[in-house]
């Protein structure tokens, strides 16, 4: 399907999705001047207008069988005035209640009805997976359910149209979802992943070379004759192959020691950030307060684990450093600093240059931490297996301790992930970011419950619309076809 | 001048219609006769509706190329380095909508908090509250673990049914990932409960009450009540919402001592239990059930008694909650009881037969022969079975083939 959803500036249209070019029409967004339109044309712009935003991946015909003059919407009860009532005095007088003074009468607002136009679409498995905020528009939404990412009740859908009943749990692949909604790598990282990967095809190419000398050696032993090789030539191969993959799979394991060895660099530097930015913010949600402790004690004996291959690394850190010249040293030696020491954001930065405005903003506000908790950080990353000496530290402290080490767990830095690592939400998607009652989400494993459809109440309509409710009316008289 | 020629590309010349009024410098070079009046007539008409959107200072004033960036390009990105700025990244805690940054214009600081209107020009729609992780818990702990009714959660935390019942399902799938030890979004979750407004689990079971997440007690909107009738009643009489439902369905007037003093909670308890029946009016396919009052039809019809009754007796409210609790468990049992008789009923239509060599099991159900599903001649749309002469569903024109429900 050719997208034509383009987000222009000359003609502004509203789209589901959290584009700057979208954020920035959105807030130019002014009231329409219908004053000297005809009915009309009030009606066709409105419908113009809001077309564009609801379902514009939807062909008209279709969306017009979809529609309904009918609007769901709900009225809340009270069930202490309902006790107090029962009905006899709202229709008492001449049917509408005794007149009551100012302070008693019970202002209703009016309900929206004709702002829930559009509530069929949101029905839609695209829609609802954008707006569980599970992609960043309901283009990629789309693409996600075609690419076979989505899954309704468990078992995979391939139609983004397919309209969903109250009940259904809708999943997405939580790497897309993260991919969908986190930061874009930058070039550094894209580079970062380029080389460990190129240098990951080395050493398997250089693995099968050797494996494949070795295996044309033993063939030369073992075979005498020429009749035999010939003859022979098919088993051989598959022996070959054999040796081949023996080689292979010895090669991942040497591979990933040093893969080991490069991550853990990685993480450590990923844990400064994680720390710093725990350092910067004054308070973060108690998303998972409940099973901290568990957590702590897990990662520290994660910690422990991998400290045997870590300490390999640094084994060819200081090897490394002993064969290059001079200059590769004091580089060297600056890093090791910068991963040291917790406290050094600058130096950190210096090495790393990705994500330079948020690891400035980041060292603006940072409250400074007192030795005794980097030093526990330092511990607690570069020797963890000792117990962490907590003595020192206060319990805020503490706090903050856990928190980072739970974050640097969640939170890895990893270059062949397609988003930049450690994750953080794309630029803008705060503007967008909301999640309507009619749906139920599990951020932890992407999967949310369709739980009803939407409804109106009195002032609030809950399909969510980028216009007013002069526009949705046109929009909505537009579709009675009474034109 | 004929007035179509400015809308031409011309071919083989550098002197296309695109180009701009200043650019001169490299084609005065090469001047060709028959290009040159018609190249400037072009750029004199396409200079002028595209003027305003050109840079009015370029930063390489000798350059000829003419920059991609218009005016409208200009001001967007100046407005994502001042204004727009503030909402790249999100403020933990708070929302952080376009509205938002106005009120905090406006307002100092902390802004109108309260106010999330994601769209500015949509007031009617607000970024309302999503449930946090401890509550979440909490409820799936309540239900599944310490066995309590979905109803009273709902009652207890202020969270709709069928949203405790949707928490139970995915937080049960959470729990099983964690199991399987599956890679969960933990990064992303933290950060949109840090974007979007969350309920906090009160340590405070009363305060939970008194801070619903949502509305619990929501009354749908039925059809028959869409028209505006005009009924007159005399004054004296005690026009209830019994009546007003049977007026709203065309019912005839009530009789005066018709279902007096049955509280509405008795009644839904009945009608699950089946020893009551809502009375049906009309005949044929016209006949339909007497709309109930709100009452009844409400998600939580006994929560109207428990407040009859507290404001009856305020002195001994330990025992109008024991009372209410009592009332809770009758009505759960009657519930209970009307899910397994359906159960039942849907069993005894289906006859099942498992063969032992097999893996499939054959549910086989009775045709029913009527006017409304096969039809007069036997080849009703709904009719099972090959019918000649009627094409299948599949082959007919217009049929969507999307499912419509996926079992679970």
Redesign the interface.
Known sequence: MRNRATTT??YPKIRQSWS??N??N??????RAVKRQTFFQQKWSAKSLTRAYHGEQVRESQWERMFNR?V?????????R???D???AT???R?AGLDATEGERNIVQET?YT?MTYAPLERRLDVAIFRA?FASSTRQARQFVVHGAVT????K?R?P???L?????FQVD??R??FA??APKNKYDRREARLEKKLAAKAEAEAAEKAGEEAAEEAKENEATPESETKESEPLDTRKTLQQMIAQAKNIMADNKTVMAGKRKQELRGFQKAVRRVMS??????????NLEAQFSEILTLLNAKQASRREAQNKKSESETTEGPEATETKATEAEATKDAEAPESAEASKPAEPA?GAAAAANEDKPTDALTEAFRQATLNPEKEVDVSELSWTEIDVLKRALV?LR??PVDTSKPYAT????R???????????YL??????????Y??HP?A?P???????????ETSTGAYHWYLRRR | MPPRIHSQIIPNSLLSCRSSASQTSTHSSLPSPSCAPLSKLSCSRHSTPSAPHLPQQSSRSFSSTPTTQTRLRETMFQWLTTEGSELKSHIPGTTNYITDGRNRKKFGPEGLPGDSKPFPLNPHFKSERILSEELRNDIYQRVVVKKQSVRAVSTDTGVDMRRVAAVCRLVELENQWREQGKPLALPYARAVHEMVPTTKLQRDARLQRERPHEQINDLPAHRLTDAQIFYPVSESRQFTRVDAGRVFSAAPARLRGDDQGDQPWEVVRDLNLGERRIEAVGKGDGEQRVLQPADVRIPHPHLITLESERAANPDSLRDVWRAHEKRLKEGNEAEEKRKQRKQEARDRQVFRIQPKSSRFEFRIKDVVVSKETTGTDGRNAKAPGRRYGVPRSDRKKGQVKIPTHVLV
């Open positions: 500036l000359k700057k070019w954020l920035y959105l807030q130019r967004l002014r009231e009918r769901r919407s709900v009225i809340p009860m009270n069930p202490r309902m006790a107090a029962d009905g006899s229709a008492a007088g049917g929206p702002s905020l309704v009740n468990g078992k859908m139609f149209g397919y309209l009943n109250p009940g259904d749990m939580p790497e979802v993260m909604t986190g913010r004054s308070s973060i949600t108690d998303t998972q307060a409940g948020e974050q969640d939170n450690p994750w953080r939400p630029d803008y998607m705060n503007a967008f970011a909301f999640i309507p009652r139920e989400v599990n951020q932890n494993i992407c999967a949310a419950v739980v009803r409804v109440r002032g609030f309509s809950e399909v969510p619309t980028p216009y007013g409710e």
